[in-house]
């Protein structure tokens, strides 16, 4: 049984570039959820996706940042013109069961993807 | 928004030491989830506790949900060089199930 995937581990990009991090959520999980941590600090919920719907972005940046869980395919978390403040490990995770549920909605994180700019 | 504060934000120990992790809210879980993280790599769960006041044991380390909800602990006894990474705790909003990440204890073992 594979995991969360992220792709790309490590993406280096120039001021102003784009940036396009992908995640495959485990089989049967169609909860998809973002997260930014900087240097030895915790996660920072970003937004929550389940397929075709955002549920909750109210983490994600007015500008510049979007997310999207298409029907098929994978989540994409995608960063517009791009700043160094940008930099930072993104990390998704997803969850058999929604938020809501009363009870411990347990996440499932993927390695995380190293974002750099420069 | 609600906050998890833990603490020490920083521990170096020696091997064998015990040591304990702390994690403390002034708003009600209706869980929390403690996870350990090695550098490159993604959090990794080590235990759920849903009740208050509830204990388990994984091996030398120790949980605890606080009888409000509001607070945990992880103990670990005679700490080893291979518990190094860094221990994060988080907890579901009650009402919205919302996973909420404290700032995260960066655990060094020396041995």
């Known amino acids: 049984n594979a995991g969360v995937m992220q792709n790309p581990r490590h993406l280096v990009r120039r001021r102003g570039q784009e940036a396009r991090l992908r995640c495959s959520p485990m089989?049967?999980?169609?909860?998809v959820y973002w997260y930014r941590q900087l240097p030895e600090e915790g996660l920072k919920f970003m937004v929550y996706?389940?397929?075709?719907?955002?549920?909750?972005e109210s983490g994600m940046p007015k500008e510049r940042f979007s997310a999207e869980f298409p029907k098929e395919g994978p989540s994409i978390l995608r960063i517009q013109q791009v700043v160094r403040g940008d930099s930072a490990a993104y990390f998704c995770?997803?969850?058999?069961?929604?938020?809501?549920?009363?009870?411990?909605?347990?996440?499932?994180f993927g390695a995380g993807s190293r974002l750099t700019v420069l | 928004t609600q906050l998890l504060e833990q603490s020490p934000q920083f521990l170096s120990i020696q091997e064998g030491e015990n040591l304990t992790v702390y994690c403390n809210s002034s708003?009600?879980?209706?869980?929390l989830q403690w996870y350990r993280q090695e550098p490159g790599e993604g959090p990794v769960l080590l235990v759920t506790v849903v009740t208050g006041g509830e204990v388990k044991k994984l091996k030398r380390l120790t949980f605890q949900f606080g009888d409000a909800r509001k607070d945990s602990s992880l103990h670990i006894t005679a700490a080893q060089p291979g518990d190094t990474g860094l221990y994060l705790c988080?907890?579901?909003?009650?009402?919205?199930?919302?996973?909420?990440f404290g700032q995260g204890t960066t655990l060094q073992v020396k041995p």
């Open positions: 988080a907890g579901n909003q009650e009402n919205t199930g919302k996973l909420i």
């Open positions: 995770a997803s969850s058999p069961i929604g938020r809501g549920w009363t009870g411990a909605n347990v996440l499932t």
């Open positions: 996706l389940q397929k075709e719907n955002i549920i909750d």
């Open positions: 708003s009600v879980f209706s869980s």
């Open positions: 089989k049967g999980h169609s909860h």
